[in-house]
């Protein structure tokens, strides 16, 4: 095999270029292998790999930069940077993340894992370049849904106004391009990056502009007449326009055209955009046929695709929630439905079939969707913005500024809120809490299961202001469902158990882990009350003021960093109302960030299962019966 002789890119540069193609039909056969075992991101790597061995070998990595953007492209990049035999390790506990990350390879020069971050990225990585006096290429690679968003919108223009030396790709995955026009469009580049076109263009501007009087109109005609031939021929006038100069587009997949285009531009000291049409799945029959479905995948059998059927008929916190949003969309026709780039992701994509006209997928913009969202709101509309919890950060300030001042009828549904597992720690939900909580106006709810999921909803569309209803990602825990929804009361708990030792207040998914644990503790003589506290805010400080009062001890257990999280809340309710006195135990997330690996296992290890939270609480008893007791008293019993 070639891909045997590669260890690094060094490696790669010493093949020769009729060697590429075949190495790029290895690199997938690897990726195909490794992720139908381990799951991940398939179509988009597939659809890349042509791409990743070109800029390897053309450029000198990893002296020279390249910033991927989101990450999810970059197995081919990981396979020929030197971890070819910790593949198989792919999103695994302890193994290689699926994303870039800088303390994996000298190769990755920034970490990711939400999208459109590359260009500014590689941006201030050129302009750190040049203030140090430094010589090295930097190159960001976006794929044609990031490049929509704000953020990289902003890159572009600063990068286009600062004129640095910096090279941007754009995967453009979702065109189609036809050979002829393929090939047209090759030659005419390689025509025109040229060093013959490069070195002509720019003598003919410095003698235009030369002429006494009126050498800045004919410069200015000659840049118009030039302009608006590109614009017949290519799609880049955006780009140019941006000040970068604009090549394409270009077959992602014949390394032979971008290999003698980057040849040819590798050295401008001005921004340029590249722009490559790939296909998602390249390679692979079955991705290629249904891109979506492999976009993320779970392990599949890697000849015919598919993947293992499911073992229950439970269904998922998303599935529940698109079937809610249905039946609540059928009653209401002021129920509207957003979402970023993730329809299927959030379960969406029953409803924007059933509702075309109230369903609008905003892209990767989640700033935009919420204001937009506020928008639908302001004239009477109840938009229900789903978003990944980790995506929701991106909003933030439209959050406050827009939707909470305002007091506007909009709902976040906050899918995947809590431990993702695989995607790591750029996809962890675990700060939701923290940054929703104190922003006046806000309510906040999570659910025990999936049947209280669907009441919270109706309970978010039909309040006045603004909602958020977090919950995890994966299956209920397959509780009967309610055919009829009802209305909770805002701010209003479920205490699911007495006990007269402690309290434990619970919120979303930690309620049915306390209760197994409360059982085991009764099992060793220690009574233990379980509440579901439902809502995060308003929260409900009578019951908690009650069993603080009646327990002498207060638990909190939540799927979420413990900074400003929801036991800090508890613990502000208890301050507020005056209870002193009062012993308390906080189980959640500590402060710092939680690596990839199945929730399962990131649950046991941080102590929120069912296990953790039964040893956290016999401990915080035991030891709080101990210190209730004088060392003087305690001595005269042992010496008794």
Not at 37 to 62: C, E, N, Q, R, W
Not at 219 to 248: C, H, R, T, W
Not at 585 to 601: A, M, N, S, T
């Amino acid at each position: 095999m070639i891909l045997d002789k590669i260890s690094n890119t060094q490696d790669l540069r010493a093949l020769s270029r009729e060697e590429l193609p075949p190495l790029a039909e290895e690199v997938r056969r690897e990726i195909i292998e490794v992720v139908s075992k381990t799951g991940g991101h398939l179509a988009s790597s597939l659809g890349v790999v042509d791409l990743t061995i070109a800029l390897h070998y053309a450029f000198d990595t990893p002296k020279d930069r390249i910033v991927w953007d989101v990450g999810h492209q970059a197995y081919a990049h990981k396979i020929l940077t030197g971890r070819r035999s910790q593949f198989p390790t792919l999103r695994q506990h302890g193994g290689l993340s699926g994303f870039p990350k800088r303390e994996e390879s000298p190769c990755d020069h920034f970490d990711v894992g939400h999208a459109s971050t590359s260009i500014s990225a590689a941006l201030g990585i050129a302009a750190a370049r040049d203030i140090k006096g430094e010589d090295y290429r930097v190159i960001a690679v976006i794929g044609d849904g990031s490049i929509s968003a704000g953020l990289a919108f902003e890159g572009l223009n600063q990068a286009g106004h600062l004129k640095k030396k910096l090279l941007v790709i754009l995967n453009d995955n979702e065109m189609s391009i036809s050979p002829n026009v393929g090939a047209l469009s090759a030659y005419l580049n390689r025509l025109m990056t040229g060093n013959f076109y490069t070195k002509l263009r720019q003598e003919t501007k410095h003698f235009l502009q030369g002429i006494p009087k009126v050498g800045g109109s004919m410069f200015n005609l000659a840049k118009k007449a030039e302009d608006s031939i590109k614009g017949l021929m290519v799609p880049g006038m955006l780009f140019e326009d941006l000040g970068f100069q604009y090549i394409g587009p270009l077959d992602g997949h014949n390394i032979d055209h971008l290999l003698r285009t980057f040849d040819n531009i590798k050295d401008y000291a001005w921004p340029v955009l590249v722009h490559v049409i790939t296909k998602k799945g390249k390679g692979c029959s079955f991705a290629e046929c249904n891109p979506s479905q492999y976009h993320g995948t779970p392990p599949f059998d890697p000849k015919t695709g598919k993947t293992a059927a499911r073992k229950e008929s439970i269904l998922s916190y998303t599935e529940v929630f698109g079937q809610t949003m249905i039946k609540l969309a059928e009653e209401n026709d002021r129920i509207v439905a957003i979402s970023a780039a993730m329809s299927e992701g959030t379960g969406l994509d029953k409803f924007a079939e059933h509702f075309p006209g109230r369903f609008f997928d905003v892209g990767i913009a989640e700033s935009h969707g919420v204001t937009f969202a506020c928008g639908l709101a302001a004239e009477g509309l109840h938009p229900v913005a789903a978003i990944y919890s980790t995506f929701t950060q991106r909003a933030y300030d439209q959050v406050v500024h827009d939707l909470c001042l305002q007091n506007l009828p909009v709902t976040l549904a906050l899918d995947r809120a809590g431990l993702v597992g695989e995607d790591g720690p750029t996809h962890h939900g675990v700060f939701d809490i923290a940054y929703l909580r104190h922003v006046p106006n806000m309510v906040m709810m999570a659910p025990k299961d999936e049947n209280e999921l669907q009441h919270m909803i109706k309970t978010a569309v039909e309040h006045p202001g603004p909602t958020a209803v977090r919950y995890p990602r994966g299956t209920g825990c397959g509780v009967p469902m309610d055919q009829e929804l009802r209305t909770l009361r805002i701010g209003k708990a479920e205490l699911v158990k007495e006990g007269g030792d402690a309290a434990i207040i619970a919120i979303g998914n930690m309620v049915y882990a306390s209760l197994e644990a409360a059982k085991r503790l009764a099992e060793e003589g220690i009574s233990v009350a379980v509440v579901n506290a439902r809502f995060v805010k308003p929260i409900d400080d009578e019951m908690i003021v009650s069993l603080a009062k009646k327990t002498g001890r207060i638990v909190t257990a939540e799927e979420h960093a413990l900074y400003g999280g929801f036991g800090s809340a508890v613990l502000e309710c208890l301050d507020a109302r005056g209870v002193t006195g009062v012993k308390t135990l906080r189980i959640g997330l500590p402060d710092l960030y939680i690596e990839h690996g199945p929730q399962k296992v990131l649950r046991q290890k941080y102590g929120l299962d069912a296990d953790g939270i039964y040893k956290s609480v016999r401990d915080f008893v035991e030891k709080s019966r101990l210190k209730a007791v004088s060392p003087v008293a305690n001595f005269k019993a042992k010496d008794g």
